[in-house]
């Protein structure tokens, strides 16, 4: 698995595997199946306190400290728990993942957060890509990771002092190596070790698979490759047949 801090890089490597069939291969763009379910939290339902979303498992377990999110809405929350806390932002519309947010308010057992949202996802073909944006702030004290698991396989892991993320940055990661599966994808935010304060905060929007569609993508194209095969064949055995002739 590599995972990318920049742009989808993946698209060369899915032009290297359809090239190898041939030149009647549609535009990139053509045939794109997206397989996450609401990666941008915008179908998310929001009360005063908290936001659920139908297509995310969310779960959050805090010792001693206020928990933002998992899932955040702008306007959501109050005080220490308000969800544009440490300006905090989504990248699009007004709905956001914010993992490991939250305010410890006692030095006690050093206590922290960990949050996380799940969702299965289905990889029926290579290439496939998972991409998100994500953006990251670092507390002064409190230390903070953030991992993505596929099922058992960890396929990005950053920590609250990774740099680069300062602002919303794309992470691109190469999932083909799963194709065939359905595996659990759970992006978990943690942060600990604060005496009293804001926590870490990993925030993440726009999260997607995508996959080449077969049904749409190289079916009609082929189809008239063959045509021009046959055409080609006949064209080459008249000429053959031309040749003969003229050489007698
Ligand atoms: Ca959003």
Redesign the pocket.
Same mark, same amino acid.
């Given at each position: 698995m590599k995972a990318r801090g920049s742009a989808p890089a993946w698209r060369l490597s899915l032009a290297s595997v359809l090239g190898a069939a041939a030149i009647c291969v549609v535009p990139s763009s053509a045939g794109a199946a997206e397989r996450v379910n609401d990666g !941008? *939290?915008?179908a998310s339902t929001c009360d005063a306190s908290d936001c659920t979303d139908s297509a995310w498992e969310s779960s959050a377990t805090s010792a001693f400290a206020n928990g933002t999110g998992p899932i955040c809405r702008s306007g959501i929350g109050s005080g220490n728990t308000a969800c544009n806390g440490q300006g905090s932002v989504? *990248?699009? !519309?007004?709905?956001?993942a914010r993992l490991g947010a939250g305010f410890k308010a006692t030095a006690m057992f050093d206590g922290g957060i960990i949050s996380a949202l799940e969702q299965t996802v289905s990889i029926p073909t290579a290439p496939a890509s998972l991409s998100f944006r994500l953006r990251i702030i670092d507390a002064a004290v409190a230390t903070g990771e953030l991992t993505v698991t596929a099922g058992e396989t960890t396929v990005f892991h950053a920590a609250d002092t990774t740099p680069g993320f300062a602002s919303y940055a794309p992470v691109t990661i190469d999932v083909s190596a799963m194709a065939g599966t359905s595996p659990l994808f759970r992006f978990e935010g943690f942060s600990s070790r604060l005496s009293v304060g804001p926590l870490d905060s990993f925030d993440i #929007? #726009?999260i997607s698979l995508t996959t080449v569609d077969p049904s749409t993508a190289v079916g009609p194209q082929r189809k008239k490759c063959k045509k021009r095969k046959k055409h080609r064949s006949a064209e080459s055995a008249k000429k053959k047949k031309c040749g003969k002739k003229k050489k007698r």
């Open positions: !941008g *939290f915008e989504p *990248f699009g !519309g007004s709905t956001w #929007d #726009d």
